[in-house]
């Protein structure tokens, strides 16, 4: 792993990389046969409309190609990302949403001949630090068992549910704190002073 690169792409580069993204999601993903061009073109659908979201970044691996990919945005401070979880919002969330300190993960996507395991968890916690966010946040559908999975095993754990308006069916809304643990805070969720709600 040492041999990977990793580098930051702005929006209008992540476009113009927008095939070769679209290759290593076909590569990195469990498409069934036959779906991997209607699968394609749902991704570069979702990139076009990742690329416009304010706070928009992604970071590459490269090796002697490309070798993995993670981008996300930073959440708006007003809360309007969590609409639609299911039940309360547990107040350390909305006290770190508001002090703009929670990114979401949009796409994890590493090729499979990579060290999937230790590459995506490095791309994600590069981005997360670059950001300074104290909470990483990211939405798994039901299905996607092998991903919860993964993530769960690098230190996500799972929140609760959000059904957005335009979906059918609701989605696992996992977080990855990057706060300090302590006896108080177990979870490293803790409201400290880099974290204040704006006044």
Known sequence: MDAVRLRRLNRWQAEGAREDLADLYVESSDAEAGEEFNDRQKFLLRLADNVKLPGFDMLVAEAEALAGCVCGFSVPRDGSWWQGFDGPLPQNLEQLTA????????????????????????????????????????????????????????????????????DATPVRVLVLPLGERTEDHPDGLAHNDRTQRPG
């Open 99 to 166: 002090s703009g300190h929670v990114f979401a993960i949009l796409e994890t996507l590493v090729h499979p001949h990579q060290h999937a395991h230790g590459l995506a968890r490095r791309m994600q916690e590069s981005l997360l630090t670059d950001h300074q966010a104290s909470l990483g946040v990211t939405l798994v559908d039901e299905s996607a068992r092998r991903t919860l999975a993964a993530l769960q095993g690098w230190g996500w754990r799972e929140v609760g549910r959000i059904q957005r308006e335009d």
